[in-house]
């Protein structure tokens, strides 16, 4: 798949796929919409003590790199799953420049070793990138893909993991370009995935993808898109059922057993 790189609003750098007639973020800036979506809305949001995050489109990377500095700003120990179809080479991320950024809101060298890191390291199996920030890159189509669990199958420690997701960024192509990856079965599943108030975003607030989480079971909140961006995202939350809630199940289920 051909990918030629092209600067957005905010001066950051994005892909475009040619035949897909699609970029890899929004054009009215890339970092600030990745920053705002899935850092903001998302992880920081996230009461999770040590989140386990599972990213839909690990692409060039770069939700996985801010997830990264802030798991070290916070020193929250964050595990991430990302799931990725059609990975993409370091020399291609190299020449984004997103650490460029980074460097200087960081003032140093860091954030570019990291980002290598985060794209040279192997697939299918946990690496510790750095002592916050464990990364599971698996390389597959999500749509035909059975649920992946933040515990890898080798863990050593299994018994002291849950082996459901507590946040999911969900930043797949949009929903005209790429319908099968925005359906309803693929929504009950990551519902499932999820643990109690776990949290999903998406930069996608369309009206039929917010009724389909909501079938799936998530209380969906339209959110203020990033700053010069699009008007509205989305966050949806998996909120337990209350006692009486689960009472009536319970009733419901005995009356017709
Ligand atoms: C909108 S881009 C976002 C990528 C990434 N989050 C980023 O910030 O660069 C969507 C990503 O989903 C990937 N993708 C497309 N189809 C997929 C599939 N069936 N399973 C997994 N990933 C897929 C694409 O290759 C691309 O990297």
Sequence with gaps: MERIIEYTADGSATLFVPELDEHYHSVKGALTESSHIFIDMGLKTSAAPSPRILEIGFGTGLNALLTLIEAEKSGRQVHYTGIELYPLPWETVEKLGYTNEERRATGDEQAAQWMKALHTSPWGEDVRITPHFT?????????????????????????????????????????????????????????????????????????????????????????????????????AKKIPLTTEDTEDTESIFSFIS
């Design 135 to 235: 990364l599971r890159k698996i390389q597959g189509d999500f749509t035909s893909m059975e649920c992946p669990s933040p515990i890898a199958d080798h863990s050593p420690s299994i018994a002291d993991h849950s082996p459901l997701f507590s946040l999911i960024y969900f930043d797949a192509f949009a929903p005209e370009k790429q319908p099968e990856m925005w359906t309803q079965e693929l929504f009950d599943r990551l519902y499932v995935m999820m643990e109690k108030d776990g949290i999903l975003t998406t930069y996608c607030a369309k009206g039929v993808v917010r009724r389909m989480l909501q079938a799936a079971g998530f209380t969906v909140e339209r959110l203020p898109g990033p700053p010069g961006g699009k008007r509205e995202i989305l966050r």
